[in-house]
């Protein structure tokens, strides 16, 4: 069965200091990873999309990361605005079909 | 400016009573999806559509309709079949529904029950 977990569930960070967010995955096979910013309320804002193990895209302070089985997303010297939830999706071989992970809650206190 | 539009932002339904959702892009996408969003749970996909004309049943498909007339809009119904309509629902779209192609998203509906 196909499935994506994302890790921790809730995550705080004092400003400036730097952490990563994790999602694993089991799919057959991957045609895509994708990465989301949520803010409460609203529509995720896409961030990210990964295709083969290996790749890392940035954009500011984030970073994203694939490998064969889990995805990382590096936040570097964040800042009180980057408190979200971000989501993963992974969208397998077969289907049509994207998968979410439940989200991961990040708060940086100023 | 192009992007996705959900109308109304908050809807509110009584008991036994059918509810629409809008969605409407301007992107030209071929694709359109159609997600529900529980605390606590991952993005559940209820149906969506390749191209005009044409959806497919999501993994919660049950108790929702959908219609596929213009490229544009991909309007979701929410029938009185549903027995726990209350979540926030989001509207999708991408080029294309394989080949691993980004969805971008709506604002969203929130739906709540009088």
């Known amino acids: 069965e196909d499935q994506v977990t994302q890790s921790p569930e809730a995550l705080r960070l004092q400003e400036g200091e730097s952490s990563s967010l994790n999602c694993s995955y089991t799919?057959?096979?991957?045609?895509?990873l994708f990465w989301y910013r949520q803010d409460p309320g609203k529509g995720p804002e896409f961030l990210f999309t990964?295709?083969?193990a290996g790749e890392e895209k940035e954009k500011e302070r984030l970073k994203a990361t694939l490998t064969k089985k889990e995805s990382f997303l590096h936040i570097t010297a964040p800042k009180p605005e980057d408190s979200a939830t971000y989501l993963c999706?992974?969208?397998?071989?077969?289907?049509?079909?994207?998968?979410f992970g439940t989200g991961t809650s990040l708060t940086v206190i100023p | 400016d192009g992007g996705i539009t959900q109308s109304p932002k908050y809807l509110f339904r009584k008991e036994g009573q059918n509810v629409t959702l809008s969605c409407e892009q301007n992107?030209?996408?071929?694709?359109m999806y159609w997600y529900r969003q529980d605390p606590g749970q991952g993005l559940r996909l209820i149906y969506y559509?390749?191209?005009?004309?044409?959806?497919q049943k999501g993994d919660i498909a049950e108790g929702y309709s959908v219609s596929r007339e213009k490229k544009e809009s991909f309007p979701l119904t929410v029938t009185s079949a549903q027995k726990n309509p209350t979540a926030f629902y989001l509207c999708?779209?991408?080029?294309?529904?394989?080949?691993?192609?980004?969805?971008?998203f709506g604002p969203g509906t929130r739906l709540l029950v009088l």
């Open positions: 999708a779209s991408s080029i294309r529904a394989h080949l691993g192609e980004t969805q971008y």
């Open positions: 799919v057959s096979g991957l045609r895509g």
């Open positions: 999706a992974v969208h397998p071989n077969t289907g049509n079909q994207f998968y």
């Open positions: 559509s390749q191209i005009v004309n044409d959806f």
């Open positions: 990964l295709y083969s």
């Open positions: 992107l030209n996408h071929d694709a």
